[in-house]
């Protein structure tokens, strides 16, 4: 799909912006509703236009009642809408929990299968500017608890609108995290409408040294780490994990069984991450094929602080993947090739903002 004719560089925000208009045409049913969908920030761009285009029938704002209106798109898509919620902040769907896990999740099982909630959930985690702790938490883990809902997190372009496309199609409750410093991150996307899997990892950056699987915006850390390695011989193989539910892991066990070693990078905290399920199901399928004991990567098990000047460190890095993949495989550079890695996966400027060397296509 990525070779086809028709393809041109878009930001993951302009992407979802596409896939999100797409569907629109392609389904009167596609609804989309939240807080400053219309505004003129248009959540980080991803709404633009759409009103203008659809009318205010099908693209309008909410009040700040996140349960009560959950509760109307849950009946909406019993009554064969197929809405598509935004949440500006994944804190903000805490406030929508009752109706998110009490029904959505489980219409479909306590009616045998006689009712779908085609319900898609778009929800932004992310760091920055003194967002503090009601403002930055990545909460994919709660929700992949859920049996019934599908948690997907797309790291690139290409699949913020393929999977998109595709979560608005299912007949399932999705949860579709993206990480705000994605947003203008480009990648080629198809001008064409496409699906990508809801359950399905990719490989990313070939390897036979280490098994990265990271999660979300981790992919981009994980890939400045692994190119820069990849110059002095040391191949790291990065998995973007893409879903936290269904968990893919099929793929990951494959490359363990090349590798050996594996570490894996999520967004959230690291107690009762989706990070730690991984590696246990790994390790119940793969442990034979271990060398080293896996390792997880991930936030600290405390809010994040207000203060960006506080927040400093607080977020794992390229420079703390390369480390644990040295650490983990016992990779031999010299200093002066030591010193030439850290130079170029180090962050540059200011820490709460986006890495000026993330770039696409991945």
Known sequence: MRSEQGVRELTYAQAIQE????????????????????????????????????????VFDMPLSENGMTGVCVGAAMCGMRPVMVHQRIDFAMLAMDQLVNNAAKWHYMFDGLANIPLVVRVIVG????QGPQHSQSLQAI????????VILPATAYDAKGMLISAIEDNN?????EHRWLHNIKDAVPVACYRAPLDKARVVHEGDKITV?????M??????AARALAKHGIHVEVIDMRSARPLD???????????????VLDTAWTSGSIAGELITRVVEREFGALR????????????????????EGYYPDAVQIYEAIVALTAAALTPEKHGSVLASIRHTGPHDVPNAKFTGPF
Do not use: N
Not at 127 to 130: A, L, Q, T, V
Not at 173 to 177: G, W
Not at 213 to 217: G, K
């Open 143 to 150: 929700f992949a608890h859920i049996p019934g809902f599908k």
């Open 249 to 263: 892991v099929d793929t990951v066990s494959q490359s363990v069984r090349k590798t050996g070693h594996l570490l």
């Open 19 to 58: 896939g999100l208009s797409q569907a629109m045409e392609a389904d009167p049913r596609v609804i989309v509703i939240g807080e400053g969908v219309p505004d003129p920030k248009a959540i980080f761009a991803t709404t633009a236009g759409l009103r203008d285009k659809f009318g205010a029938q099908r």
């Open 292 to 311: 080293k004991a896996p390792v997880r990567m991930a936030s600290p098990d405390y809010p994040v602080p207000t203060s960006h000047y506080m927040a």
């Open 213 to 217: 699987a990271a999660f979300s915006y």
């Open 219 to 224: 992919v981009m850390e994980a890939l400045l």
């Open 127 to 130: 760091r920055g500017w003194g």
């Open 173 to 177: 409750p999705v949860i579709f995290i």
